[in-house]
Structures are given as structure tokens and as C-alpha cells.
């Protein structure tokens, strides 16, 4: 049988180099030629690359679709027949249409809404019909929910109790308009205000955490202290209101405001789906990015809302459109509950400050407690998973719950209420990781311990640790700004004036905030000598390489001693000039002489021999690592190096790669295929997460980042690359990026992102054609097995 990658072969590569590479290369005393032999330039070679066909293949779409390859996964769909897709693989079709031909795939779906095909089960109308509702095509998700509707029926059919509990979920937003409707407005004299709660399109994504509620509770605290506002709008909403004023610390309350206030709530992830009073103000603070259905975010806000952002939180790139950015420049400054919020802001140039969480104002609702809990009180347990819990300890859970979906706002908010005084009157000391018990627990007198899962979070900087000083510097700033503001809008300011007061305020906390970004650490001088240890050895190019030679280098052990000889074959078989390859070795023989062809000339290198990098566990970075890390200075007379990885093949003349224009660029290379792992900022994060307890490590790597670039650019596949190691060496950059291995444990693709970031030629993805992942009519080179 044959094997992965020669069934891979056939199916990518032409007739010709197929048989190349199968080919057995000749011995040196067989003949092969010598080096000396090989200065002479080939013969061009042409040859026609077949066209890649693919098949369809519904198993191949799936897990295609499954890993966010989703041309791929459309190539492989087409002419499946529609009964078996549906029947099969519903999600996977429209989750892969609707990204890479929308237009063909919504035609598709009309037509099977209207033949209400009997073989589509309720489960797959269920995903036909989400899929198209996050995608914002209103009429056609009524028309498969039509259909998925008569599926489930009473609920009898056979499908499971999510399908049918999903289905009833979505009935209300299926019937909304989405389109951003007016509400009436409000009546003269009065204030349209919105309260936010969590509803969501998606059972699955609406909030099950009853913190979300707590921070409602916070932001209710700074419209009730003001004693004479009169509620108008929904009487849950009015009562409620009424009985927190009644809850408020008399240090707080605040009189002489006379003012009628229309209440209502707002869904947080969705209110383009509500009807909503012109000028309707509201707080906008917390977590915005709840996607609906994976296919588009609920920002900006409704068009109606005049937002105060406050306590906001955003660190993805997908929410973080052009459009949003204009919507927040718009409202600015604004208010971030982490600085890894106003970093990522002031790096697309909008105004930004730190405001903390407003959960720290809590306290305002909450009045001394007549008794506390004396020393023999036990200590409470909250979403705690580190394994440190004693036995028989009391334990809670704020999040995972999933009746908090289900019961009315008005009794979450009471819940909410009742949780954080049964903290309060039970327990001497509580341990979290949830910062939205962290935070409201010590503003209502909680002596409380913060262990999440990674202190190192983005959302945690600026907020952990806190001293006393710095908890009510946060909470008494909040409560200020916040009296302020709603002062303003309370007593009928205009938009104009509301807003022109928020800039002037804030202006001084915006600066703070420009200068701290503008001031990152620098990361210090290299530890290792490595940078010396390099220059002090350098390789020369070897006499016999004529001027001309394409270098390119490639990293090689003995068990891929193989995949170089393929290698080598395909680039023989069509390069135009001669190609010197450095083989980066390891340390290990890998007798290149016997692998040298026409035209291709090898050198070996190995920089197993210095010290390498340390790491901040004190272990060395990988030697592959180091390898291309250290190889543009190994090779001082070496201006241009393409970089390949020892699985590729050539089906083109490696001249088309190697003259790349980089246009000024340190480097070209290809986007990551598919659609996962695409931010380079997503790659930033995850080397500052990865820094644990070290949270002004974390914080300094994220500012670092977001000094040196906008949030956020394509990351870049590192496997294929043309290199400037000439501007490499000019830069110095092996000294000035070594020493982020050695401080932040970085990898080699951490710090070329952190370098580079959107700065560089992309290559096509016909230089970077991955069997399984991209579906490419006629690949350039091939990354086989």
C-alpha cells in the first residue's frame, strides 16, 4: 500500500517530478556529480504543473470546516449532493459557505426552506438556521426556522432536549427585527436610560454567570444614590430600582437631582434587536464579545444608545472592526477595566484611560453589616479548581449555571444581591478565581484570596494586586467620574454637552495613559553571549557557489534524511539557476555529499557547538530554534536566504520564490491558513499568559506589543520565508530579540511576530499549500507528510 505522503504526491504533484522524486539518487562513486562539478548554470527547465483537482469528499469538509480551513472545506463540498451535506454535515456546509461564497450558499438554503425536505432533521435546520441568523440575513433564518419549527414540533420527534430548548429559545429573536427599531420616544422631560442584562441569541452564549449580574448591581448603585429620581419606564424595573435606593449607604446617597428616568433593559450582545428610544443613555462596561452564532458581534451598540463606556473589556480581533473603532472614537475617552483594554485602544488611536472594574463601587448598595462573622466562621469556596479546597469546605459557583439563562433579570439581580451578603454574613475569608467575586467581595468588606487559573489573564492587569490604597483609588475615582456624568445627563444635558463633558474630565487620565504606553520597558541587554559567540564564528559561502546561487536553508536530522532528499530532487528538477542549500543539521552527519544534484551545492551547519538561549526555567530554547534564530549572522556574505522546512516540495522554479520582491521588508511570508490563529496579537497574549505569576512581565510583553504596532495584524506562517538578512544583520536584531527568549520564555515565532508584526510581503498561498488545508489549483511548493 502506498504511503501518506505518496498517495499526497500523486494527488498534488506532476507527472514528472513525481517520478523524480521517486527516483534513486546515485552514490558519489556511482558517479554522482561533484560539487566542483555543479558551479555551471542548468538549462532552464519548464514543465506544466497539473491543476489540482479536488474531490468531493464529505469527511475531508468536516474536519476541514472543523479546523477553520474553510476554502478547503467549500472546495470539498462542491458536488456533494444536498441531501447528504444536509443530512450530515449542515454546519459545516453553511458555517464554510457563508464565510467564502455567501451569495451561492443563501441561494442554496432558500431553496431548501422551500422544498421543506423531509430528510433534514431538526438538528440540522437548528444549525442552518443560526448560521444565517448571526450572519444578519433576517428573512431566510425565518424561513429555515419556519422549517425547523414543523421538524421538532411538540418536541416528540426524536430530537434531544437541546435541539428543542434551542429551538424555543430562539423563537423571540427570530421575530425581532434587526434592523436597530425605534422605541417611541421618551416623554418630554424625561431621560430614557437602558439597564444592561445578558440575554443572547444563543442559548449556549447568553450569560450563566450570575457576576455579569453583579456588575448590573454596581452600575444600578450610581443612578439610585441620586434620592430624588423619579422611575417611569417598566415597573419591575422601577421597583427594583426603588428598593435598592432604599439599600443605599447614607455616605453615599445624594439629594437635590429632581428628575423623571425611564428604565429599561438592554441585551448586552444583541440590542440591535430591540426597539430603543432615541438618546436612550446607558453605561457600556464589561465583556463585549459574545459573538452570535460565530459570525458577527453586537457591536457597535444600537444606533439610539449614547453609551458611557466605562470598566470595557475587548481583546479580539474579530469584534475590533474598522467600524467599531470609529463607533468608540466616537464616544471617547474610554473607561477600560484592564490596561490590556486601554493599550489595545490608544494603538488604533482611540482615546483610552484606566477607569478599573466597576464592580469595586458595589459597596454603594450594600450598607455595613449589623453583625460579621466572628474568627470561627469557616472560609468559603468560590469556583475554585485548583485542587486546594479542604474537605467539607463550603463551596459556591457563580459561573456554570445554567438556570441564570432562564430566570427573569429582576430575580438574577436579587440573587445576585442575597449571594454577595451570604458571603458577607457566613464566612471569615472567601478564596475565588472569579474576579467579579474578587473585586465586589473586598468593596463590601470580604477579607478574599484571588487564585484564577492564570494571573497573568489580560483582563487582570491593573486589577491584581491591589493595595488597599490602590482597590479605593480605583472605586472612589469610579464613583466621582460616574457622579459627574450621570449628574449631567440626569438634569437634561444635551448629547453635545454630556459628551464634551466626559473629554474634559478624563483628559488628564487619557495623557497618563498615552505616556505610560509610550514609556514600555524596553527588554535589557542580552545575558548569554550567544550574539558574540555567532559573529566570532561566521560560515563562508563556499568558493565553488557561483555569484548568482539562490541560498536558501533548511534545518534537517537523520530521520528526515528522506524528506531532504525530495526536497532537493523537486527543487533540481525545475530551478533556473543554481541553488546553494545550508543545511542546518543539528549537530548530526547527514552525509550531504550523497545527496548533491546538478545544479544544488550543500553546506552543513551546526550551532550545537555555543551556549544557546536560556530560558526563564532555566532551560535552552530548542536548537531548531536557534537555528533560525542565529542563521542570517551565521551567514555574513548571504543577503537574501529563503527558508524552508525540510517537508516541502518544489513544484515551480525556486527563482519565482527566491526574487520576491520584499519591497523594503525584513521578510515575506504566507497568512496562517485557515481561520484559526490568525491574530498576531492572539500570539503576543499567549507568550504574556504564559508568564503565570509573573504579572509585570505579562504586562510589560502586551505594552511592548501594542507600543510597537496597531491591534491587530494577520500572523504569518514561519515555515516558508524569504528573508533580508542583510537588514536582519543591520538591525542587529539577534541581540535585540534574543534577550525576550531569556526574559519572557518567547519563541522563535513569538519574537519574529513581535518584530514584524504587519510589516512584510505576504507570499501567495501557492508557496504554501498544505494538503488538507488549502485546496490551491496549481501549488508552487507543497508542505507533504
Request: charged share 25%; net charge negative; hydrophobic share 40%.
Amino acid at each position: 500500500m502506498a504511503s501518506p505522503a505518496r498517495r499526497l504526491a500523486r494527488q498534488l504533484l506532476p507527472e514528472r517530478l513525481r517520478q523524480s522524486l521517486t527516483a534513486r539518487v546515485p552514490s558519489i562513486a556511482e558517479g554522482a556529480p561533484q560539487a566542483a562539478d555543479m558551479a555551471g548554470k542548468p538549462a532552464p527547465i519548464s514543465i506544466e504543473v497539473e491543476p489540482l483537482v479536488v474531490a468531493a469528499d464529505l469527511d475531508g469538509a468536516v474536519n476541514a470546516a472543523g479546523g477553520g480551513f474553510y476554502e478547503r472545506a467549500w472546495a470539498l463540498f462542491q458536488g456533494i449532493p444536498v441531501d447528504e451535506w444536509a443530512a450530515k454535515a449542515a454546519d459545516e456546509y453553511v458555517m464554510s459557505g457563508l464565510h467564502v461564497d455567501p451569495d451561492a450558499t443563501r441561494a442554496t438554503l432558500r431553496e431548501l426552506a422551500e422544498s421543506g425536505a423531509s430528510y433534514v432533521s431538526g438538528r440540522a435546520w437548528l444549525a442552518m438556521t443560526s448560521r444565517v441568523f448571526g450572519f444578519g440575513d433576517q428573512e431566510l433564518a425565518r424561513s429555515l426556522y419556519a422549517r425547523l419549527d414543523e421538524a421538532v414540533g411538540d418536541g416528540t420527534n426524536g430530537d434531544t432536549k437541546w435541539v428543542v430548548e434551542s429551538r424555543d429559545w430562539l423563537r423571540p429573536w427570530v421575530a425581532a427585527d434587526n434592523d436597530e427599531p425605534d422605541a417611541p420616544a421618551a416623554p418630554e422631560g424625561t431621560v430614557s436610560y437602558a439597564v444592561v442584562d445578558y440575554g443572547h441569541p444563543g442559548r449556549s452564549r447568553a450569560s450563566a454567570n450570575i457576576g455579569d449580574h453583579v456588575q448590573t448591581v454596581a452600575s444600578l448603585g450610581h443612578v439610585v444614590r441620586h434620592k430624588d429620581l423619579e422611575f417611569t419606564g417598566e415597573s419591575e424595573l422601577d421597583d427594583l430600582a426603588n428598593r435598592l435606593r432604599e439599600r443605599v449607604r447614607p455616605e453615599r446617597v445624594r439629594e437635590g437631582l429632581s428628575a423623571k428616568v425611564q428604565l429599561m433593559t438592554l441585551q448586552r450582545d444583541a440590542s440591535m434587536y430591540q426597539p430603543v428610544p432615541k438618546d436612550t443613555w446607558m453605561l457600556g462596561f464589561g465583556w463585549y464579545m459574545h459573538p452570535i452564532f460565530e459570525m458577527r458581534y453586537g457591536m457597535p451598540f444600537h444606533k439610539n444608545l449614547r453609551p458611557i463606556f466605562v470598566s470595557f473589556h475587548c481583546s479580539t480581533r474579530a469584534m475590533m472592526t474598522d467600524e467599531t473603532i470609529e463607533y468608540l472614537k466616537k464616544y471617547a475617552p474610554i473607561g477600560c477595566r484592564d490596561w490590556t483594554t486601554v493599550d489595545i485602544l490608544l494603538s488604533v488611536g482611540v482615546p483610552a484611560f484606566f477607569s478599573g472594574c466597576l464592580t469595586t463601587t458595589v459597596s454603594t448598595v450594600f450598607p455595613d453589616a449589623d453583625e460579621l462573622p466572628g474568627p470561627d466562621a469557616p472560609v468559603g469556596y468560590v469556583d475554585v479548581f485548583d485542587g486546594s479546597i479542604p474537605e467539607g469546605a463550603p463551596t459556591y459557583a457563580q459561573g456554570g449555571l445554567d438556570e441564570v439563562r432562564f430566570r427573569p433579570f429582576v430575580q438574577n439581580i436579587d440573587d445576585a444581591i442575597t449571594m454577595l451578603e451570604g458571603y458577607r454574613r457566613d464566612h471569615r475569608k472567601l478564596v475565588t478565581s472569579r474576579l467579579h467575586c474578587y473585586l465586589p467581595g473586598r468593596s463590601i468588606g470580604i477579607d478574599i484570596d484571588f487564585r484564577p487559573k492564570n494571573l497573568s489573564d489580560p483582563r487582570f492587569a491593573g486589577l491584581n494586586p491591589l493595595t488597599p490604597a490602590e482597590f479605593d483609588g480605583i472605586r472612589e475615582s469610579m464613583n466621582d467620574r460616574l457622579e459627574t456624568i450621570l449628574t449631567k445627563i440626569f438634569s437634561g444635558a444635551s448629547v453635545e454637552e454630556v459628551y464634551t463633558q466626559w473629554r474634559e474630565m478624563n483628559a488628564a487620565d487619557v495623557e497618563i495613559a498615552r505616556q505610560r504606553r509610550a514609556g514600555a520597558r524596553k527588554v535589557g541587554d542580552l545575558v548569554s553571549s550567544i550574539a558574540d559567540d555567532v559573529r566570532s564564528n561566521p560560515v563562508s559561502t563556499p568558493e565553488q557557489v557561483p555569484a548568482d546561487a539562490i541560498h536558501v536553508a533548511v534545518s534537517a536530522r537523520p530521520k528526515q534524511r528522506p524528506k531532504l532528499r525530495r526536497l532537493i530532487k523537486s527543487i533540481a528538477a525545475y530551478s533556473s539557476r543554481p541553488v546553494h542549500l545550508w543545511v542546518q543539521t543539528g549537530g548530526t552527519d547527514l552525509r550531504l555529499d550523497e545527496l548533491a544534484r546538478p545544479g544544488i551545492t550543500l553546506s552543513a551547519l551546526d550551532v550545537s557547538g555555543f551556549d544557546g538561549i536560556k530560558q526563564p526555567d532555566g532551560s535552552t530554547l530548542p536548537i531548531g530554534q536557534v537555528e533560525r534564530l542565529v542563521v542570517a549572522d551565521l551567514l555574513p556574505d548571504v543577503d537574501k536566504l529563503v527558508i524552508l522546512p525540510v517537508s516541502a516540495v518544489l513544484t515551480e522554479d525556486i527563482a519565482g520564490l527566491a526574487d520576491t520582491d520584499l519591497e523594503g521588508n525584513l521578510l515575506a511570508a504566507a497568512d496562517v491558513v485557515g481561520t484559526r490563529a490568525v491574530s498576531g496579537f492572539q500570539q503576543i497574549h499567549a507568550a504574556a499568559n504564559k508568564q503565570a505569576e509573573r504579572t509585570t512581565e505579562a504586562a510589560e510583553l502586551r505594552r511592548d506589543g501594542h507600543q510597537r504596532h496597531a491591534f491587530d495584524f494577520d500572523a504569518f506562517d514561519i515555515d516558508v520565508l524569504v528573508l533580508d538578512a542583510a537588514q536582519w544583520r543591520a538591525k542587529d536584531l539577534l541581540t535585540s530579540l534574543a534577550p525576550y527568549v531569556e526574559t519572557y520564555g518567547m519563541t522563535y515565532r513569538n519574537v519574529v511576530l513581535l518584530e514584524v508584526g504587519p510589516h512584510r510581503v505576504v507570499l501567495p498561498e501557492r508557496w504554501n499549500a498544505i494538503p488538507g488545508k488549502t485546496s490551491v489549483a496549481k501549488p508552487a511548493l507543497a508542505r507533504l507528510p
